[in-house]
C-alpha cells in the first residue's frame, strides 16, 4: 500500500493551497482518513479528518479556514486550506484506515512520507 501527498510549498500569508493525498495497492475498504502536521517544535497535530461517510472534524486552530474532502472512487482525500497564516508551516502528513484484500478483518493507519506547507512572506 502507497499513501502519498502533493500539493505543499510556498505560500504569502492569507494566501491557499490545496493538498492532496491518494492511497493505492491491495486495499479492501478505506475508512477514516485525515491530515496532521508537525514541526520540529511540536508533536504531530491533526488538522482535519474525515469519515467514509463524509463526517468532518477540526480543531478550532483551523477551523473555518481548513476543509478537508475525499473522492472515495480515486481512493484520495483533499485539504483546501485558505487564510494560511505563519503557524500553519508545517509538514504535513496524510493518513488512511484501511483494510488490505488479504485481511478485510483487521485496520490499520497507512501514513505517507509527508509534503512541507511553509507561510512566509
Known amino acids: 500500500v502507497q499513501v502519498v501527498e502533493s500539493g505543499g510549498g510556498l505560500v504569502q500569508p492569507g494566501g ?13 475498504n478505506i475508512y477514516d482518513m485525515g491530515w496532521y502536521r508537525q ?21 478550532d486552530s483551523v477551523k473555518g479556514r481548513f476543509t478537508i474532502s475525499r473522492d472515495n472512487a480515486k481512493n484520495t482525500v483533499y ?29 490499520d493507519d497507512y501514513w505517507g512520507q509527508g509534503t512541507q506547507v511553509t507561510v512566509s512572506s
Open 39 to 59: 514541526t520540529p517544535e511540536k508533536q504531530r497535530e491533526m488538522v482535519a479528518i474525515i469519515t467514509n461517510f463524509g463526517q468532518a472534524d477540526y480543531p
Open 79 to 107: 485539504l483546501q486550506m485558505n487564510s494560511l497564516k505563519p503557524e500553519d508551516t508545517a509538514v504535513y502528513y496524510c493518513k488512511a484506515q484501511l483494510t488490505l484484500t488479504t485481511q478485510t478483518y483487521r485496520r
Open 16 to 28: 491557499s493551497l490545496r493538498l492532496s493525498c491518494a492511497a493505492s495497492g491491495n486495499i479492501f
